[in-house]
């Protein structure tokens, strides 16, 4: 911690002679504080390069992204729909395969018990009829 703590007590001191300097310079005269404040960067035309470059890029490259997300999720929307498709294909080919089975069974069984109650219906008539011959109702 102590030696963080000199080297910025050491920048702090090397900043304030820089600005001493530059200050008494524009007390002799020698620098006029219009020069002081608007010194000539070097780099401004680079930057303004740069800055050109950085949007175009980054237009370039947001278009492209854009367009490989829209890809992705297009692909990704297609699977999707055509998976949910065969897999309710699937369910509902098992839900007719288990209906057929369990209907068969239940046809079986309701079709002995529509025999019987049909057997026992013309049974009745039967014995109605015979009760009515014998009584003469008819």
Not at 19 to 47: C, H, Q, T, W
Not at 78 to 95: Q, V
Not at 119 to 131: A, G, H, S
Request: glycine share 4%; no cysteine.
């Amino acid at each position: 911690m102590s030696i963080v703590s000199t080297i910025l007590f050491i920048s702090l001191v090397g900043l304030i002679v820089i600005i001493g300097r530059k200050m008494a310079l524009v007390k002799k005269g020698a620098i006029s504080e219009e020069e002081l404040y608007n010194i000539p960067n070097p780099f401004v035309d680079d930057i303004e390069k740069l800055k050109y470059s950085t949007r175009k890029n980054v237009k370039r490259y947001g278009y492209l992204s854009l367009f490989a997300i829209l890809r992705v999720y297009i692909h990704t929307a297609n699977y999707l729909k055509k998976k949910s498709i065969e897999l309710a294909k699937k369910i509902e080919s098992k839900l007719v395969q288990s209906k057929t089975e369990g209907t068969n069974e239940e046809h079986k069984e309701a079709n002995r018990h529509l025999k019987m109650v049909s057997e026992y219906l013309t049974k009745i008539r039967r014995m109605k009829k015979k009760i009515k011959e014998e009584e003469g109702l008819e």
